[in-house]
């Protein structure tokens, strides 16, 4: 394998850029998180960002160029290639659209459970709460987790029920008090109810940790786990680590690959600290090592509870951030920025919504040029995959040398 440089993938949560050409199917006919967030705002300056050709990549994919606004200078300059990918998997789910971009489609239908009360086979609830100890459940409904944990939370310290809830996404997510229910209790939970789901072909059961004694303090902490299933093929990571690469993880990256092909995983959270790990990790790496980064906040943060403002702050905070790899890129070094799916802030309901995502690929070597559409996620672990020169993955064609 190619051991002269060092690649790191910055995938932007929920960041679509609109035009799935299948929406309609998925219930999103229409939406656009980049294009529905400038034109509700009506200002957006994302220089960096924009001098890497992420709105000519809004214009490839929707047929608008997003009216941003006047831009700061932008302290970025270095060639790059920009276009939008389309995503194949049957899913709009953070698992599938981590697991193409990984070289790893998902083939197959996920099992989903119903949003409305009871969301749950009670058969399931009473396996899950013998083995457990459990007095029962709350919730058993699809929710936002920051509202049910404020509708819920007070009644969770009381009874001792944890609170359990879904979402568009094949997940069963159990929400508990740190202190009042044990942390440590919590993940034996979510590890009783990972077994329990396996015959449903749910894709992750979520710990979803929280503190505060009100409905008005409580808040989520930075101890998310995830369980999720594990890809049904070997990913970029899987090949990479195996031909003697490094995989650094930061964020949950590590938790929706099940800890396959990650040789060290970062904990984090919050945009700040998230960027603040990624560049750490990546001035610290070795050539031949790559660094992947989920920022959480646009989809968790922002995009599920339909925060446009919040959205937009974070992404001119994302922007600011640029500057600063690529002054620690090496001359032989690249860098993605993706996402895994969209989830416009302007749309009906709390979910994600089917789109196009931006892709980017930056670096002192890199040839500028528009790639287009990419027919799947998986063209940038076919990218990285020849970067790297590694054997060619299953799914996708790399546009390095494009």
Not at 58 to 79: D, F, R, V
Not at 179 to 203: Q, S, T
Not at 242 to 266: L, M
Request: proline share 6%; hydrophobic share 40%; charged share 20%.
């Amino acid at each position: 394998m190619n051991k002269t440089g060092k690649a790191v993938i910055l995938m932007m949560d929920s960041f679509g850029i609109g035009g799935a050409e299948d929406a309609a199917k998925f219930g999103d006919a229409g939406a656009d998180t980049l294009g529905h967030i400038v034109q509700t705002r009506g200002k957006l300056n994302i220089p960096n960002l924009t001098a890497l050709g992420l709105l000519e990549a809004a214009k490839a994919s929707t047929g608008n160029l997003p009216q941003t606004g006047p831009q700061t200078e932008a302290k970025i300059h270095m060639p790059s290639k920009y276009g939008f990918m389309k995503e194949i998997s049957h899913g709009k789910d953070t698992s599938s659209g981590h697991w193409e971009m990984a070289g790893c489609p998902v083939q197959f239908d996920w099992g989903y459970f119903p949003p409305n009360y009871p969301s749950f086979p009670q058969e399931l609830v009473d396996k899950i709460c013998q083995e457990a100890g459990l007095p029962g459940i709350l919730g058993n409904k699809a929710a936002s987790g920051t509202a049910i944990i404020e509708e819920l939370g007070m009644e969770h310290i009381k009874t001792g029920k944890p609170i359990c809830y879904t979402s568009a996404d094949s997940v069963f997510q159990i929400a508990a008090h740190e202190k009042h229910f044990g942390l440590d209790r919590l993940y034996k939970v979510c590890e009783i109810a990972f077994k329990h789901v396996k015959p449903y072909n749910i894709a992750r059961v979520i710990a979803r940790p929280f503190e505060g004694e009100t409905p008005q303090t409580f808040k989520r902490t930075k101890n998310r786990h995830d369980y999720s299933v594990t890809p049904p093929n070997p990913t970029l990571l899987d090949v990479l680590k195996n031909a003697g690469g490094e995989v650094i993880s930061v964020g949950k990256i590590a938790d929706i690959f099940a800890q396959q092909g990650i040789t060290k995983a970062i904990k984090a959270s919050g945009l700040e600290e998230l960027w603040n790990a990624t560049l750490q990790a990546f001035k610290e790496a070795k050539p031949g090592s790559l660094v992947f980064t989920n920022f959480v906040d646009f989809d968790m943060a922002w995009g599920h509870r339909r925060d446009t403002e919040g959205y937009a702050q974070g992404l001119e905070y994302f922007d600011s951030r640029l500057p600063e790899l690529a002054a620690l890129m090496g001359a032989n070094d690249i860098a993605f920025i993706t996402a895994d799916h969209g989830c416009d802030p302007t749309y009906k309901g709390t979910d994600h919504t089917r789109e196009h995502v931006p892709v980017i690929l930056f670096g002192p070597q890199v040839t500028p040029k528009a790639l287009g559409a990419r027919d799947t996620y998986a063209d940038l672990g076919q990218t990285a995959a020849d970067f790297f020169a590694l054997p060619p993955l299953p799914f996708g064609k790399s546009f390095l040398k494009d």
